[in-house]
T-cell receptor, first 117, second 111 residues
């Protein structure tokens, strides 16, 4: 089956620093990737839709200058949390759509646990 | 606006019992998904339901879809401890493929 990787799986950073999270589709091409965040005991919240070669589409209430998304290739999207604060601590999950076969399925990465101290 | 409601949100049950999780959605959608999430882990796809009357089964889990009622059910038969997890349903549409999520059902199965 299709595999999506995320790196790093866990990261601890100090307040005010920036953190980059990578999402890769390993065996398929993904023109569209989605970034989610999940707080403890809650559902997934869509942050943005990442489109290869164009600007990401952010959901209402998500600061695009704080959560920078770059989808530079068909297999890689990155999320950079800039000037991180403790309230940014969360579980970040990406998903990717295999668009070559005109399928609808999204494949989820294993997630990145961000802790800001 | 497309909304998804799951119930119950929390379910504690004994091994060997049967139970059902319900998923209602507010407007027409193209697909309904069921996912499993273990603590600290990402999502595992369980089922994708595409059409009215669709029924899929995998082991002790069976999912069904009634598009007229906008209702999907996830039925657990003779529960075992290994099925303890949080279960999410979600729907999407061909227009943008964005998944709209239910709140999740935390299932605890006691030996």
């Amino acid at each position: 089956g299709a595999v999506v990787s995320q790196h790093p799986s866990r990261v601890i950073c100090k307040s005010g620093t920036s953190v980059k999270i990578e999402c890769r589709s390993l065996d398929f091409q993904a023109t569209t990737m989605f970034w989610y965040r999940q707080f403890p005991k809650q559902s997934l919240m869509l942050m943005a839709t990442s489109n290869e070669g164009s600007k990401a589409t952010y959901e209402q209430g998500v600061e695009k200058d704080k959560f920078l998304i770059n989808h530079a290739s068909l297999t890689l999207s990155t999320l950079t949390v800039t000037s991180a604060h403790p309230e940014d601590s969360s579980f970040y999950i990406c998903s990717a759509r295999d668009t070559t076969g005109f399928t609808y399925e999204q494949y989820f990465g294993p997630g990145t646990r961000l802790t800001v101290t | 606006e497309l909304k998804v409601e799951q119930n119950p949100l929390f379910l504690s049950m004994q091994e060997g019992k049967n139970y059902t999780i319900y998923c209602n959605y507010s407007t027409t959608s193209d697909r309904l998904y069921w996912y499993r999430q273990d603590p600290g882990k990402s999502l595992e796809s369980l089922f994708v339901l595409l059409s009215n009357g669709a029924v899929k089964q995998e082991g002790r889990l069976m999912a069904s879809l009634d598009t007229k009622a906008r209702l999907s059910t996830l039925h657990i038969t003779a529960a075992v401890h290994d099925l303890s997890a949080t279960y999410f349903c979600a729907v999407d549409m061909d227009s943008n493929y964005q998944l709209i999520w239910g709140a999740g059902t935390k299932l605890i199965i006691k030996p």
